[in-house]
């Protein structure tokens, strides 16, 4: 209850009390009236100042939910125009409850405060929702049951910053109308899920349509023309290999190339057009004339009948006794000589407004839409700024833009601390500024204001085809398939190379696991131990003073060969998987690195990193601890009933049965147990000492 309802209050209990007779009295009555006026005035004068200006905006806002539920702010119409209104109102007969919705700028409005003043004008029980520019600032239910806790908690997470204000009272909505419990359990459920990580962006910028451009202009012209350079250099390379025939049996058509080159150009617009859709960059719906002119024609409409018009919709800044004075001050102003009529208007300068937070723009169009010459100042009551803009005075328009004392234009720190930023005072001070600022000979006026954005206009995205980014893109895509050209011949001359040379090398000890089968073919085991072997031979040095576990796993494969290094053409499958892991050991050996043991499971896929429990068999009940590479421990974490299919197996005769490789042959066994325990069973074996 406001100081003014309990002064009403009181007086009226007391008048009722009253004796029968003496409320008849005209004495009585009179001197009842005059303690209760007296008593009105006393709370008013006692009225904290920003209770006073919070109740006048409440009171406003309640006036005009009173009229219509859903009230959009006219100051907003770059980000939510005024019209967007009958969407408000459409979502929000989806609650089920009375809903009333506000939409006004983030810096006037207080939250769930200005929520409970305004249901308390209003008098009526419902959903309250207060939306800003860019999403859902509070909302309360009073006198029914609603969840609007949770609905605020899963508007807030499940959407990203840019969904937009009129997408957030949507999806508010949606979880009103599902219940208590379902929204309390759909809220939960995205704070653990965004917690961390915010819901990808709806909207690209202007700069992400640049990138976007710029890689289509490279695909448009880099990929047809690296198709057509890189068919013909891989025909003349394949002509150069051994054993090429000089001309292709069959001529294709010459015209095949070129169409698979336009086809792919083709492909390449169409996937980025479909894939760079985009047209807009914000939410914001484009606003229309009559959104555009609103707030100008209201503060226009202000100004005709009173020369200081405050915003209702923002917290008041100047009170009573401020008022008088500043209207004194105007009419002393008009009546001096060289003065004019002086119009004040106190409302917000935003970003998103029609002037786009320009205060000489909304100087201008007001001036034109109040149609009279005079001084016009502009007074944020939000950020406490003022500028003063002459229209046909007799006044230098140019002191006023740059030679305003500081302390009136921006304040100082003591305004800047005040919630109401000393307006009145420095609306004074500038008066007096005034009353001394020298008259020119002739009425002046300011040029043009600087042009702001197209509101219509500013969140469209340029063409994906036209952006200033396209046309460069298009010659580094030239450039890029002649790099790219040059990295494909590069790596088709190394290729011809190995292939002239006839001699394949080793695979190396990290890819082991990917390229190594579980069923190798004997042909496969032995190509492999002859590669492993002859690369062993060429890397071990004798005469090199040092580890001698290269020599010990030459001496083993040797005589696994009966010292004959072509033996490996009669050798059986069990052989040549060993002469394979002892010269692998032994290259390692002599590159100084560790491999002593290889993978228990397969040992085709080199050397061990450590130890796990796991079922070698399918049918095997017990896990064995074993020592296994990389990827069979990924396996046995991830899937360990599938470590069996990585169990290599060797060909146990000419029927084509396999058998797991330990079982092939007694010297197998010693394989899980070392690389060293391998070499001593292979010289138990030939009875070498």
Known sequence: MTAVERVRGTAAVRALSAPPDARLRP???AVGALLALCALLAALAAAPPARAAAETQAAYLADRLRSSPVYVTDQLPREIPKSTARDFARLAKGTGVPTYVLVLPGQAASGEGLLGAVHDRLGRDGLYVLLDE???EAATAYGVTAPADDALTVSRY??????????????FVEAVAEGPEAAAARADAAREKYADDEPAELYIGPSDRQNQSLLTGMLLTGVPLFILLSAWYVRRWRQRLPGAPRKPAKRRPRWRLPAIAATAAALVALTTSAAFDQTTSSASPPPRAIDLNARLDRVAEGLSRDPVYTDPESPQVLDAAQLKQLHSRIRAFEASEGGGPVFVAVVPQLWADESQGD?????????DKVGKDGLYIVADPLDGYIDAFNYGLRLDAYTLLFDLPESIEYGDDKSRAAEDHLLGERLDALMTFLDKADRTDEPSTPGLPYPVDNPVTEDDLPPLFAADDFWPGLLMGTLAAGLLLGVVAGALEITGRVLRRRRPEPPATETLPEVSPTEPSESYLRTAARTELRALLADFD???PGDKRPGDCLDAAMLLLDGDADGIDDATPYTLLAVTLLARAGRAAAAGKAYNRCCAINPLHGPAVGRHHVRSTAGD??????????????TALTAPRTVHTLALTLPADGSGRRVPYEKADELLTAVPEGIRRLIEKVKERTHVP
């Open 27 to 29: 004495s009585g009555l």
């Open 621 to 634: 009940r017990h896990r064995r601890q074993l020592h296994i590479c990389a990827r069979c421990r990924d």
């Open 542 to 544: 004798p005469a090199k």
């Open 134 to 136: 860019s999403t859902i």
């Open 158 to 171: 499940e959407l990203p910053y840019d969904a937009g204000p009129l997408l957030s009272f949507e999806r």
């Open 359 to 367: 205060e000489e723009s909304f100087a201008y169009a007001l001036h």
